[in-house]
């Protein structure tokens, strides 16, 4: 277990090694750069107070250097012009659109998006089992067919197309906001009792929303699974000898079933956090889907860097703890090499 | 021993015919002499709700060319008279009286409390709409002049089924204008991921060894990347500069090439699985070569598989172009498409008071079940043999 670890840990930081570096070849595509821009602006208007200060930002994160030295300075393997910080130091930039350091930028957003993605996880967990073994063990009755219809349904919608109906009608009919995570007037506040009420009963809806498509995907494919495991004879035989329907299910096809269901989060959390970025655009949710949008639009590449790697990241551990939680489910796994 | 059979081309050229040698019974004849792609397609058929829905996706498709001709308005039409104008309904009765097809047209005024034109239907005179006739010019495929339609608004009435937009656009033109766009994209960005897909995976699962490896580990680390936030930050890397159509290029292929890693996937495993089956061993042993193994006894066998699983990811392509032009980031006017469309809705105040705007959704949705209810009709198909 300890060598399936290490083993895992060392292919998820080459993983995230390759994905920095993929992500800053995408924010140095568009031609120019946030400063350079901005210098030519001022050199127009003819601030040279603000033109120093932007060379100075310049020279800061070493701007001017070639593009393989600014990513070593970025993920902080290399000295920049003040030592090592970067990614690796936790030092995570500057944002040159709000004047700020990321890390106050992003702020509560990082711990919403996360809590966001996770509620849809959870979500995802809580509707899909109960719905899938209803399925199984009543194929072909009403239920089974209402519950595979609204999976199909629910696997085609669009989550933002959703969001934004949601979001005319629930205004329409029953005057809600759903916008937003909590009420305008806790912005800014600190954390206090109200405010995370207020964070719960708004997170209903972007979960559902988000979490929508996994469940019909997560249902049926936890529907097939348990069909094909009820056929087996060890079930019927433990039937046969007596055992409760509900015992003999849970205790033996339900755990075989749910097997690929851990395994499934993996192929699953990269099209949560998709989903998680475009709901949280169309409802305004405070998390890192708006201020990413507005950074790549403004080239305020350390931000947007920053925010990429983060959702890589976010996705990249997901998958590291469904394999361990596989690994630790099922022996087979660990004890037939790394796959 | 490979050498040497295969100095001896025991493979007849002439085409084999196995009734020849053992007769089948009359009963099933046409079965065991059907081709494969035509067992594929009887097993199809039996798949009632995968058929409708290819035909309306079929409906769709060939609707793209004739956009022109079906849509009563051009898509750059400004009706200044009738800004956000709500949909008006086509009717058949009036008074109790058949009369066809017509609608009943919109008075206008300007409510000064609120700031808002109100239309109000004017019941009094009904306008019957006109069949095959002439109103917008247009240029057909860029060559012909003309300006015959198959439905056109009523001689000085208007016809807006779906309302108007902000500019007194025909809302139900764009959106036939806008499937030529959506429709397409699909087809141009699966086209892309499924040519990677089949190189690298062909190339993985055929030469395996380190290159198989490296492509293994690149499948991986592509497939554990959140899509979206790639395409917005790609898609925000193309120059402000680029024409619609390089812009349109650029975002399908965009989408496909993030899109291919599946596909490899689905063609590595089949073909290191196809490699062990006994009609290639028995096709090896007769000396076949490489090249028609290949063509002959693998590609026909997986390509069924891969057409199914492409046309379950021509969904996400549409949707991903949406998604893209929805947030200001993918498509830009002129150029229309369903996404274009629904930027407009973005603005919440405006849905409110106009939510016709949200209408080219309705579209979306509709192909996006139905390629997912066709995918899931040829992949069960997909092997006939089982």
Redesign the interface.
Known sequence: MISFLLRRLVTMAV?LF??SA??FF??K???GDFLSNLIQELRAQGDNAAIAKAEFLIKQYGLDRPAWEQYLIWIGAMPGPNGFSGLLQGDWGWSFEYDKPVVDVVGDALWLTLLVNLAAVVFIHVVAIPIAIYSATRQYSIGDYIATFIG??G????S??LA??L??YL??WFGVSI?GLYDAKYAGEPWTWDKIRSLLSHLIVPTIVIGLAGTASMIRRMRANLLDELGKQYYVTAKAKGLGPTKALLKYPFRMSLNPFIADI??L???L???S??VS??LSLPTVGPI??SA??N?DQFL?GF??MF??L???VG?LISDILLAWIDPRIRMGGAR | MNTLLRTRHYVDPSPFDPGTTEPIGTENEDFYRASSWQLIWWKFRRHKVALAAAFVLLAFYLMVPFVEVIAPYNQTKRNGDFLYAPPQGIHLMHEGRFVGPFVYPYKYSFDIETFRRVYTVDTSQPQPIRFFCRADAYEFWGVWNTNVHLVCPPENGTMFILGTDRLGRDLFSRIIYGARISLTIGLIGIAVSFTLGLFFGGLAGYLGGWVDHVIQRMIEILRSLPELPLWLALSAALPANWSPILVFFGITIILGLLDWPGLARAVRSKLLSLREEDFVKAAELMGASKQRVIARHLIPNFMSHLIASATLSIPSMILGETALSFLGLGLRPPVTSWGVLLNEAQNLAAVQLHPWLLFPMVPVIVVVLAFNFMGDGLRDAADPYH
């Open positions: 993983t390759i994905i993929l992500v995408i924010i595509l568009p031609p199909y349904i696997l085609a919608t669009p933002f197309l934004l109906i979001l005319y205004n329409r916008g993996g192929n959390l990269p099209h956090v998709s989903g970025v475009l655009l169309v990413l949008l790549l639009k080239q947007a925010i990429l959702v890589a976010l996705t990249v998958m």
